[in-house]
């Protein structure tokens, strides 16, 4: 007897249909279009993840420089004196210092300088 695979495609065949909801035309109605909207998405959301980490950083980094340049700080002499000081403060935290608390930041500012 042979085995069909009815109910396995129609299985699948869901499984893929409900992945690409909210596509738009053949995207939406075929499975092969279904199929290929979903590996574009997949792979668009994995570039997407590792840019908003890049923005983010490029975020912290402009705050940082723009509270810097109002004191005429240069970001890169800033940094390096960090290192050189042995203060480890990740970029993040000092954007949020810089932000939320800037007397704290202006003795961060002394404490390099």
Do not use: C
């Amino acid at each position: 007897m042979r085995v069909k695979k009815g109910t396995t495609r129609a299985r699948k065949h869901r499984e893929i249909k409900s992945e690409a909801k909210g596509f738009i035309g053949h995207r939406r109605r075929t499975i092969k279009g279904a199929k290929e909207g979903i590996m574009h998405s997949l792979k668009n959301a994995f570039v997407g993840r590792k840019d908003k980490k890049a923005n983010m950083r490029a975020l912290w980094i402009i705050r940082i420089n723009a509270i810097l340049s109002e004191k005429n700080i240069s970001y890169s002499r800033f940094i390096k004196q960090l290192k050189d000081k042995n203060i480890i403060l990740n970029r993040k935290i000092l954007s949020e210092i810089a932000v939320q608390d800037p007397a704290t930041f202006d003795k961060i500012i002394k404490e390099v300088a």
